[in-house]
T-cell receptor
Framework: NAGVTQTPKFQVLKTGQSMTLQCAQDMNHNSMYWYRQDPGMGLRLIYYSASEGTTDKGEVPNGYNVSRLNKREFSLRLESAAPSQTSVYFC????????????FGPGTRLTVL | GESVGLHLPTLSVQEGDNSIINCAYSNSASDYFIWYKQESGKGPQFIIDIRSNMDKRQGQRVTVLLNKTVKHLSLQIAATQPGDSAVYFCAERVFGNEKLTFGTGTRLTIIP
């Protein structure tokens, strides 16, 4: 099993550009999450999907949208990137909602100029 | 708002010694406390969790202690190895809530 995969690994955008971060898991997990990690800070939840067909806002949802395409895939979209969105983005999944053991992908390092 | 924080941002330990990583939390309503390990360039990896009705839980080479009186959580790593070098995060969760609230992390460095 590949676990949780994310693409791309690195991305540089100009202010105002849009992009979609892709995430997929092959563990048949029901719940998926998007976090951002900034220097000196812990992970902050952007959006999550408790199950296929549902999405909910996390702690820092502004400027982002998500799509739970199917059970395997959960994408994060930046419609108009801003320098404040420069961060490392992690996708995670759990078998069921409320599980403490989240499985994380390797991350996407995004720089917005 | 509620937050989870750490006492020390960095910790250096001699290889073979025991490591103790501390964490303070402020949300007395949290039901679960969790430790994650993040190696350089990788995503966080679950280590161990503990419920709020427990004081201690042991795993493989790790022990988590919870002191609810002073809202303190610690992770003890026995016989520290070079592979233990990483940033360690504590996190907390309220039962029924999807959200994990992470602390800022402690960097553990192993001295050969």
């Amino acid at each position: 099993n590949a676990g949780v995969t994310q693409t791309p690994k690195f991305q540089v955008l100009k202010t105002g550009q849009s992009m979609t971060l892709q995430c997929a898991q092959d563990m048949n997990h029901n719940s998926m999450y998007w976090y951002r990690q900034d220097p000196g800070m812990g992970l902050r939840l952007i959006y999550y999907s408790a199950s296929e067909g549902t999405t909910d806002k996390g702690e820092v949802p502004n400027g982002y949208n998500v799509s739970r395409l199917n059970k395997r895939e959960f994408s994060l979209r930046l419609e108009s990137a801003a320098p404040s969105q420069t961060s490392v983005y992690f996708c995670a999944s759990t078998l069921d909602r409320g599980d403490n053991e989240q499985f994380f992908g390797p991350g996407t390092r995004l720089t917005v100029l | 708002g509620e937050s989870v924080g750490l006492h020390l941002p960095t910790l250096s330990v001699q290889e073979g010694d025991n490591s103790i990583i501390n964490c303070a939390y402020s949300n007395s309503a949290s039901d679960y406390f969790i430790w994650y390990k993040q190696e350089s360039g990788k995503g966080p990896q679950f280590i161990i969790d503990i419920r709020s009705n427990m004081d201690k839980r042991q795993g493989q080479r790790v022990t988590v202690l919870l002191n609810k009186t002073v809202k303190h959580l610690s992770l003890q790593i026995a016989a520290t190895q070079p592979g233990d070098s990483a940033v360690y995060f504590c996190a907390e969760r309220v039962f029924g809530n999807e959200k994990l609230t992470f602390g800022t992390g402690t960097r553990l460095t192993i001295i050969p």
